[in-house]
C-alpha cells in the first residue's frame, strides 16, 4: 500500500486502534491514555468496543473519555451485546476505517513512539496488502518487566504448530484487513467457533491472504496479572484444557475458511497439529479427573479418620 495523496505528496496514514473492553476498570485507562499520549502526529481513531455484560464501572470510564475531545484522536464507542472476544473484536474490525489497524487488549499498553516508529517503518518498506507484526515485552501487574518475546521467527509452518504472534502486536493493512473480515465473516453465523482465539486465526489467515512483515525493536508492553483471558503459559490443567479447545477450533475454523487453498503438505502438517492437540487435551482430562479422585480420597480418609477419633473419645 502507497501512502501518498492523488497529487504524490506524502500524509501520515489514519490508524485505527480497537480496544475491547469487558469489566476492564482497572487497566482500561492506561490502555486508553497510551494511545492518546503517542507521539504519532497523524490522526488515530481508538474504536472502544463495550460489553454491555460488564458488571464494573467501565461504561463510566469509557464514556468519560467520549466525552472529551482531543487534538487528532477521535474516540468512537460501540456497544454490544455480552458476547465473545472474537465476536467483540469483529465488531471493531468492521468499524475500523484506518489505513493501518491496530488491536489493543485492554490489559496492555503502547510505548509512547510505539506508533510512531513502526508507521515509519511501514512507510520506508512499502510493502503492499500487508500484515504488519512487532515484539511484547512481558512485565507483571505493576508494569516490571519480566522478559521479552521477539516474534521474527514466525512462518506459516510454525503458526500451524504454534500461535507466536499476540493481537497487540499486530498492524494490518486496510486492503489486507478487508480480505481477513470477508473470510471471518461468516464464522459469526457457526455458534462453535464463537469462542476461538481469534489473534491465532487473523494470523494464519493474513499468513496465507497477505504479505506478512516482522518489524523488528519496537515492543508492546503485555501486563500479565493473573486476571488475564489468555496468557503466556498455562501451568493449571483447567486453563490449559480451555485453551486446548480454543487453539483445537481454531485450527479447524482456519481449515474451514482456508482449507481449499492449502497444499498436500500442509493439510497434513494441520491434521498433525490437531491431533497433537487432541492427545494433549486427553492427556489433561486424565490429569484432571486424578486430582478429582485424589482429593475425594483424602476427604473420605479424612472424614473417616474423624469419626474414629469421636468414637475413640465416646469409649
Known amino acids: 500500500m502507497s501512502y501518498a495523496h492523488i497529487d504524490g505528496s506524502s500524509y501520515k496514514p ?14 482500561i ?23 454491555k455484560g460488564s458488571n464494573d464501572h467501565t461504561y463510566n470510564i469509557v464514556m468519560e473519555y467520549a466525552s472529551r475531545s ?11 451485546e455480552h458476547t465473545t472476544p472474537f465476536l467483540a473484536l469483529l465488531e471493531g474490525l468492521k468499524k475500523a476505517k484506518g489505513d493501518l489497524v491496530t488491536i489493543l487488549d485492554a490489559d496492555n499498553i503502547f510505548p509512547k513512539n510505539y506508533i510512531e516508529r513502526a508507521v515509519n517503518y511501514i512507510v520506508k518498506t ?12 512481558v512485565t507483571n501487574k505493576f508494569l516490571q518487566a519480566k522478559s521479552t518475546i521477539n516474534q521474527e521467527k514466525a512462518s506459516f509452518r510454525k503458526l500451524l ?24 465473516r461468516s464464522l459469526s453465523k457457526i455458534r462453535y ?46 486453563k490449559q484444557l480451555f485453551s486446548l479447545e480454543r487453539s483445537i477450533k481454531t485450527l479447524m475454523a482456519f481449515y474451514y475458511l482456508a482449507g481449499k ?18 492427545l494433549l487435551m486427553i492427556n489433561t482430562i486424565i490429569r484432571v479427573f486424578l486430582v478429582i479422585k485424589m482429593i475425594k480420597d483424602t476427604s473420605t480418609i479424612t472424614e473417616y479418620e474423624g469419626r474414629g477419633r469421636e468414637e475413640a473419645k465416646k469409649t
Open 261 to 278: 487453498s492449502l497444499t498436500i503438505s500442509q493439510k497434513a502438517a494441520l491434521l498433525v497439529s490437531l491431533i497433537y492437540r487432541i
Open 29 to 51: 485507562r492506561d490502555a486508553i491514555d497510551s494511545v492518546l499520549r503517542q507521539s504519532y502526529n497523524g490522526f488515530i481513531e481508538i474504536i472502544v468496543c463495550y460489553d
Open 126 to 137: 512499502k510493502h503492499d496488502k500487508a500484515f504488519y507484526y512487532t515484539n511484547l515485552i
Open 193 to 238: 467457533f464463537e469462542f476461538l482465539y481469534e489473534d491465532y486465526l487473523l494470523s494464519l489467515l493474513a499468513f496465507k491472504m497477505c504479505n506478512p512483515v516482522h518489524i523488528p525493536n519496537i515492543y508492546v508492553i503485555y501486563r500479565e496479572h493473573g486476571e488475564n483471558i489468555t496468557g503466556i503459559t498455562y501451568k493449571d490443567p483447567i
Open 70 to 80: 482531543f487534538s487528532n484522536r477521535k474516540i468512537i464507542i460501540i456497544e454490544h
Open 161 to 184: 504448530v504454534k500461535n507466536l504472534i499476540d493481537m497487540s502486536t499486530m498492524f494490518i493493512s486496510s486492503n489486507c484487513l478487508k480480505d481477513l473480515v470477508e473470510a471471518i
Open 14 to 27: 489514519v490508524i485505527s486502534v480497537i480496544i475491547r473492553a469487558y469489566n476492564a476498570e482497572k487497566t
